[in-house]
């Protein structure tokens, strides 16, 4: 991770980490850099946003820097991260750009950059994006008369990629009872459009964005929400999206929720089925649950494990050939369709599982058995200091050993929020609570803690 950059692009709180005057350089850079490996040229960037009051701000900022660096740029509006990465890949744009700070409260946003073949950005480049911020490189030049660049509605890439998603589904979803929580974000743009056209009855909450609102009490960081609305309403299937819907969380007819872990088993076993998993290998990262790797070792199915993030998920199904991917938290990566976490792709995946096998998800997802986990956001003076503190790591090694093969206990920084997270996963709920707390209290004792 570099300066400004993290695990997904650089974050904060708006006009505070992150400001217009930063968004106007990754802008200025961007432009730059693109125009100037075809000199003969024209550079194209298109951009799209969540629902968040400052992704404007930040949209006519970057817009700005683009345009002085002479490139011209097309503007998504609404949508989401996913959809930024199928454009760009399809339509021949050298970039792409999304503001979002995906689950991140309103107050914060995010600059995401996605390169030309709808990947995250490389971290060499990244890094010259830094130097340019700390004003290391110099300056660039302006582009003057005809080379500066201009900016057009580009909606209909919006469309297309709606089109694309419909596409995919291999059965009508008619007479299927479907509910959906858009966290007020990106997914209100899109998620209902997909699921009416496949015919379901489609049931939205939280599908009002007003700038304030996104991730707020609801999508698949408070999924309570969507637990509640699928028992009311004799639901057979709810998903939850975060504010810019690259991921996606489940909840069954019951109420109970399916998450990233439960979704890449019932996905990867169905897919092994049907002779479509490639290497027969699903790749998960650290915070995989031990219930997953006791379940895919039953049906057979190999897997690997990354750092935290579906960047790094993504790396190694590309450098490996492998088709599927993803983190608890509801990053899906099915790379024969997309080439990030795509939240609206995932809930269609899931659908399709039902449908072909006729089950419903509540017994799909019930093959797994989930071992208890406690996973607890520290905010922290310095991330590096409090997990490399010799108290800290002793007492972790003093539960690593307690735990012994019924248990693990993980501390990792957080790669968007200044806090440290500690995660235990035990035979018992008590017992998780008891070893994270130990955990934590030591951070506190050595001063750590805001």
Wanted: charge should be negative.
């Amino acid at each position: 991770m570099g300066k400004y950059f993290g695990t997904d692009g650089f974050r904060g709180e708006a006009n505070v980490d992150l400001t217009v005057e930063h968004a106007y350089k990754v802008g200025r850079f961007l432009g730059w850099y693109y125009g100037q490996k075809e000199p003969d040229t024209r550079c194209r960037v298109v951009i799209g946003k969540d629902t968040r009051r400052s992704s404007y701000m930040f949209e006519y900022s970057l817009v700005a820097g683009l345009t002085a660096s002479g490139a011209d740029v097309s503007l998504l509006h609404v949508t989401t991260t996913p959809s930024v990465s199928y454009v760009v890949r399809t339509e021949g744009f050298d970039c792409g750009i999304m503001i979002s700070a995906s689950h991140n409260p309103y107050y914060d946003n995010g600059i995401k950059v996605i390169n030309e073949r709808g990947e995250k950005l490389e971290e060499s480049v990244i890094l010259q994006i830094e130097r340019y911020l700390d004003g290391e490189m110099g300056e660039i030049p302006l582009a003057r008369k005809d080379r500066i660049g201009r900016t057009t509605d580009f909606a209909a890439g919006r469309n297309r990629y709606i089109g694309y998603l419909i596409s995919i589904a291999t059965r009508s979803f008619k007479n299927m009872r479907v509910g959906l929580d858009c966290a007020n974000g990106s997914a209100s743009a899109i998620a209902k459009n997909v699921f009416d056209a496949l015919g379901a009855d489609t049931y939205v909450i939280n599908n009002d964005p007003n700038g304030l609102n996104i991730n707020t009490e609801c999508g698949s960081t408070h999924i309570h929400v969507l637990q509640e609305y699928v028992k009311a309403n004799h639901l057979d299937v709810g998903f939850a999206y975060d504010g810019d819907a690259d991921r996606c969380i489940a909840i069954d007819s019951n109420g109970q929720v399916v998450d990233g872990d439960k979704i890449m088993y019932l996905c990867g076993k169905y897919m092994k089925e049907q002779g479509t998993l490639v290497n027969n290998t699903i790749v998960t990262t650290i915070m995989s649950n031990f219930g997953l790797y006791k379940a895919l070792d039953r049906e057979g199915i190999a897997y690997e494990k990354t750092a935290v993030g579906d960047k790094y998920v993504y790396e190694n199904m590309s450098a490996n050939g492998h088709c599927l991917g993803g983190e608890q938290s509801g990053h899906i990566i099915f790379s024969k369709n997309a080439t990030t976490g795509d939240g609206i792709l995932t809930s269609l995946k899931v659908m399709e599982v039902i449908l072909e096998k006729k089950q419903p998800l509540a017994k799909l997802a019930g093959e797994i058995e989930i071992y208890p986990q406690v996973l607890k956001n520290v905010k922290v003076k310095d991330k590096l200091a409090a997990q490399e503190d010799s108290k800290v790591k002793e007492e972790v090694a003093k539960v690593t050993e307690s735990l012994g093969e019924g248990g693990r206990i993980l501390l990792r920084q957080s790669g968007t929020e200044p806090v440290v997270r500690v995660m235990v996963e035990a035979s018992s709920q008590d017992i998780c609570e008891k070893y994270v707390d130990q955990v934590i209290a030591v951070m506190e004792a050595q001063g750590h803690l805001l």
